[in-house]
Nanobody, 114 residues
Framework: QVQLVESGGGLVQPGGSLRLSCVAS????????MSWYRQAPGKERELVAR????????IYADSVKGRFTISRDNSKNTVYLQMSKLSPEDTAVYYC???????WGQGTQVTVSS
């Protein structure tokens, strides 16, 4: 059974940092690209970052470039999203995704507010 389980969300002040984690199971994690998406209230879900299977290639949304870093540890079947310099515009539910297999996690809420 495929599972993607996100964690690490929460309430953070503007300018702060958070690290999200997504643990995968039920498929060969190391063979697939992995992505982080987010969806803010009233907005469409958008791609935040994507990483290739061997960490050789990453892509980022323009809005997060220079502030967010996606990484993965294939030995732990885990993909991470390190977020820094957070602003209220980053408030959203963040989802882990395996694009090739269309698997999604349940999401973790990130709220940036003073």
């Amino acid at each position: 059974q495929v599972q993607l389980v996100e964690s690490g969300g929460g309430l953070v002040q503007p300018g702060g940092s958070l690290r999200l984690s997504c643990v995968a199971s039920g498929f060969t994690f190391s063979s697939y690209h992995m992505s982080w998406y987010r969806q803010a209230p009233g907005k469409e879900r958008e791609l935040v970052a994507r990483i290739s299977p061997t960490c050789g290639t990453t892509i980022y949304a323009d809005s997060v470039k220079g502030r967010f870093t996606i990484s993965r540890d294939n030995s732990k079947n885990t993909v991470y999203l390190q977020m820094s310099k957070l602003s209220p515009e980053d408030t959203a539910v963040y989802y882990c995704n395996c694009p090739s297999l269309n698997y999604w996690g349940q999401g973790t809420q990130v709220t940036v507010s003073s």
